[in-house]
């Protein structure tokens, strides 16, 4: 089988010079945004001695009676009155167990979100989204010398992977019999599209397969649909679309395989990932060569 590939090299569209300003939505070739929609983890750091100091003594006064450890971290940061704490550590995001990014919230309400990615009771499922701008690197002081870029994030949110698996509608053409058949091949498609190499949802082509991830649940009915007529997934390409212009659009390309024939079907959506927020411009359909 082969390996999930995206094409690379995307360029975006010459824009003719002219007097007038360019509009918010533009995207000059010269200066893209370094927008960021990538899954990871988010965890908790201490990023000097003395805050890691600080933090025993609020755990001290804490009622942490019978708590795991992560138990009790949860319960501090979740505490009001140890808010000062959040805004004290750095919040790293791991992608593959690779320590990415180093998150900020845009808004410091957005704080309550950091603490709601630490789970009590972590498991290996657990996972977050990010979506946001990249900024430079950290300073080395920033988080024990880890030099990583900086993401102020507009939007965060965490969930479970089988949650975010059996939150996925069942199509009509698959019976309610053969809906652990269905789970299973949206399971394989999401593991893939997670373990896709160098994936840190920081460019067009990763930009638009993570949002389809957990956005656009058709792509998990056409692999299980192809799963039943004995095809497999063969590849995800990523191409520039015919459509981009004064947007920047990317075709998203699931090339199918039956196991016996060897014949190739191929299905594709569309994807504006001009601005910081994805989305879909047209829905999933037949793909052909021109």
Same mark, same amino acid.
């Given at each position: 089988?082969?390996?999930?590939?995206?094409?690379?090299?995307?360029?975006?569209?010459?824009?003719?010079?002219?007097?007038?300003?360019?509009?918010?939505?533009?995207?000059?070739?010269?200066?893209?945004?370094?927008?960021?929609?990538?899954?990871?983890?988010?965890?908790?750091?201490?990023?000097?001695?003395?805050?890691?100091?600080?933090?025993?003594?609020?755990?001290?006064?804490?009622?942490?009676?019978?708590?795991?450890?992560?138990?009790?971290?949860?319960?501090?940061?979740?505490?009001?009155?140890?808010?000062?704490?959040?805004?004290?550590? +750095?919040?790293?995001?791991?992608?593959?167990?690779?320590?990415?990014?180093?998150?900020?919230?845009?808004?410091?309400?957005?704080?309550?979100?950091?603490?709601?990615?630490?789970?009590?009771?972590?498991?290996?499922?657990?996972?977050?989204?990010?979506?946001?701008?990249?900024?430079?690197?950290?300073?080395?002081? %920033? +988080?024990?010398?880890?030099?990583?870029?900086?993401?102020?994030?507009?939007?965060?949110?965490?969930?479970?992977?089988? %949650?975010?698996?059996?939150?996925?509608?069942?199509?009509?053409?698959?019976?309610?019999?053969?809906?652990?058949?269905?789970?299973?091949?949206?399971?394989?498609?999401?593991?893939?599209?997670?373990?896709?190499?160098?994936?840190?949802?920081?460019?067009?082509?990763?930009?638009?397969?993570?949002?389809?991830?957990?956005?656009?649940? %058709?792509?998990?009915?056409?692999?299980?649909?192809?799963?039943?007529?004995?095809?497999?997934?063969?590849?995800?390409?990523?191409?520039?679309?015919?459509?981009?212009?004064?947007?920047?659009?990317?075709?998203?390309?699931?090339?199918?395989?039956?196991?016996?024939?060897?014949?190739?079907?191929?299905?594709?959506?569309?994807?504006?990932?001009?601005?910081?927020?994805?989305?879909?411009?047209?829905?999933?359909?037949?793909?052909?060569?021109?």
């Amino acid at each position: 089988m082969e390996e999930i590939n995206t094409t690379t090299g995307l360029e975006s569209p010459s824009l003719e010079a002219s007097s007038q300003p360019l509009p918010a939505t533009s995207r000059p070739a010269v200066d893209p945004p370094p927008f960021v929609y990538a899954l990871g983890q988010v965890s908790p750091r201490f990023p000097s001695l003395a805050i890691e100091k600080e933090f025993a003594q609020g755990t001290g006064r804490a009622d942490a009676t019978g708590l795991t450890d992560r138990e009790a971290l949860h319960a501090v940061l979740s505490d009001r009155a140890n808010r000062y704490l959040v805004r004290q550590l +750095c919040w790293v995001f791991a992608i593959e167990g690779l320590e990415t990014y180093l998150l900020g919230p845009r808004d410091p309400a957005d704080l309550e979100l950091l603490v709601d990615a630490v789970r009590p009771r972590p498991n290996p499922a657990d996972l977050d989204v990010i979506i946001g701008v990249r900024g430079p690197l950290a300073p080395p002081e %920033a +988080c024990g010398g880890l030099g990583v870029p900086v993401v102020i994030f507009d939007q965060l949110y965490s969930f479970d992977r089988d %949650a975010l698996l059996g939150a996925i509608p069942r199509p009509d053409e698959i019976p309610e019999k053969d809906d652990e058949r269905f789970r299973a091949a949206a399971a394989e498609l999401f593991d893939r599209i997670l373990q896709v190499a160098d994936n840190a949802g920081a460019t067009d082509e990763h930009r638009a397969v993570n949002y389809l991830a957990v956005r656009y649940p %058709a792509i998990y009915a056409r692999a299980a649909i192809a799963h039943v007529g004995n095809a497999s997934l063969t590849a995800v390409d990523v191409r520039p679309s015919r459509l981009s212009g004064a947007r920047v659009i990317v075709d998203v390309i699931f090339s199918y395989t039956h196991r016996q024939t060897d014949v190739t079907e191929k299905y594709f959506v569309r994807v504006d990932v001009t601005e910081e927020f994805p989305f879909l411009v047209t829905k999933l359909s037949p793909y052909y060569e021109h």
